[in-house]
Each structure stands twice: as C-alpha cells, then as structure tokens.
C-alpha cells in the first residue's frame, strides 16, 4: 500500500479524494485543519491542490510552492492550474520529483456530467510512471494514461480553458445576429450541432447571462493572454467584458486617467457634481481610485 497526501481540501481536492479514495490517502488543508490527517511521515506522491489565484496579471503559485516546503512528499503531482514553465522552474530551484497533471475537475453542471477516462502527465518519464503505477488501482485498463513534456501538460489545460471560453462567445455573437435578424437562437443551435463535427457541450446561452463568469475561465484565459501577450485571447476578454456591460479596457484607463487629474487639480480630492440636477455625486476620489485598483486586481488587468 503506498501512502498518498491530497494537499488543499478545495474543489479539485475533494473531488481528487473521492476519485482516488481506493488508495485511502491523508488529506491536509492549511486553512481547513478541520479536515486533516496527515500523518508524520515522508508520502509517496503528495497531488497538490492549492489555489492559484490571479497577482498582477498571472497565476500565483506562491501557495504551490509553500506545499513543497510545508509537506515531505516523494513525488509532488501539481493539480492547481500553474503558468507554463512551472515545473522546469521548480525543478531547478528545489531539485525535487515535481510533476504536472491538468485538472479537469469543475464546479458547474458544465464540467461534472463528462466522463474523464484519461490522466495526463508532464514530467520526468520515471516520475510520471512511479504515479502511473499507483493511479492504476483506482481505475480499470479502459482508463488512459499520456506522458508528456511538462510544458505540454501545463499549457494544454489553458488552451481546454480559452477554448471553452472563446466558444461561449462565439455562440454569443451568433446570438446577437439571431435577435437582429428575429431568428430564434435555440433553434440556431440545435441545428448547429445536427453537424457531427460540433461538440454540444458550453453552445447555450442564457439570456440574462450572455457571457462566460466561472472562478476557472475567469482567471486562467487573462493569464496565458498575458504570459504571451495573445491578441486573438485578448480579444476575446475583451469581447466577454463588453457583454457583462463592463468597461472596456481603452474607456477604464481613460476614466481612470480622468480621476487621477481631477484628484490633483481639486485639493479637496472630492468629485462633486451637486449641480447636476439628475443626480448628485460627492465621492472621495481616494476612495475610488482604491477601489479601481482592487477591481484590476480582481480582473487582473
Ligand atoms: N475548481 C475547479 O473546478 C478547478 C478545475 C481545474 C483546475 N483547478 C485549479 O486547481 C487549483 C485548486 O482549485 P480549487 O477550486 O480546488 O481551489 P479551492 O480554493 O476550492 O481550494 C484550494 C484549497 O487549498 C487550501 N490551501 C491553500 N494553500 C495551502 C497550503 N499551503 N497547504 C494546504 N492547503 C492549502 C485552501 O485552504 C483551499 O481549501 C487551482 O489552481 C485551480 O485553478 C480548479
């Protein structure tokens, strides 16, 4: 019997345990000791499911690294979503059996009615293989099991992500051309995917949402725009935040430079438009623009 560890009892966590639950293994969560059952000893494999948040643009995988140092594991099989590079960068900087698998784990009706017979590893062929070896008793011989560059498995989750994300959109945008025209776009739809070559899955669109909002898509599709500067991804976010209602990026950096000016030419540092008769705002310019900052950061722009 080999000793695992799930590292972060969150969505992917608690799914990974019920997944692998065969194998029994310890759980730790620095956040929920609650749940804890690590045990004082070296783990064979540790699957590290932490968060990785958006910072300045990028996923954060200072939460990653922590679990390197916080937990003494063998093999350390990374389950959060990093940006490409991760695992040769920790490689070289910890000189420890770091491998990556992609999750596809989600928290929507969206993600969890599919069936995912496959495990993709990126790593060291000897490493992806001690794990391979021990994910075996979880499943049968239908399940399959691909080994790859580490980069290779890191960048194909954002590309499954940016995918679903650019298709949400697309379906929006022919949406759009249903209600111009009067058509009706469920209608669309289902004829749509008569054609064997469409996959049903993320072609809905709900009225009163027309575009993609999920903790994944949300985080993952602006960090590898970012890390490689991708005009096509770019667009695509920006297409999703017009159709929140949300500002555009050109309009937010206007408006933004606009409050900056009127903070350093009115001492007071008020905005105050008591004479406008429709509506009167007096708002602390400092207050908002430190508001602004944190919504960026939230957005990662
Ligand atoms: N949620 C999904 O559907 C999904 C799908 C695929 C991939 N992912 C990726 O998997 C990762 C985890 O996602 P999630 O939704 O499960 O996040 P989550 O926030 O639900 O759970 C993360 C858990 O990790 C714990 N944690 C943080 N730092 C820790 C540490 N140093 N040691 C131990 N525990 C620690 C937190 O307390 C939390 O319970 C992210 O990188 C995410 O992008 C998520």
Redesign the pocket.
Known sequence: MHNILI?????????LYNEIKDLEPDV?????PLVNTIKNIKYDVGFI?????MNNGI?DIS??E??LN??DCDIYCI????PVGTVEKLINKTNKRIIFS???????KH?NNYEFNFTILGGDKKDCDDVIQILMHCYDARHLFRIVEPKLAELV?FMENSFLATKVSFCQSFYEICEKEKLNYSELRELFILDPRVNKSHTFVYEETPYWN???LN??VPSIANQYNNLFLQNVIKFNNEQKGMISIDKWTELREWIEKYYKDHSAGWIDDTENDRYCVAISCEDLLEKMKKLEEKLGK
């Open positions: 590292i972060g009892f969150g969505i992917v966590g608690q799914n730790v969560d620095k956040y929920k499911c932490v968060d990785t948040p996923l939460e990653v922590n679990c916080e937990y389950k959060s979503t990093c992609p999750e596809y784990y989600g928290n929507t993600c989750k999920s903790h994944c985080k993952d």
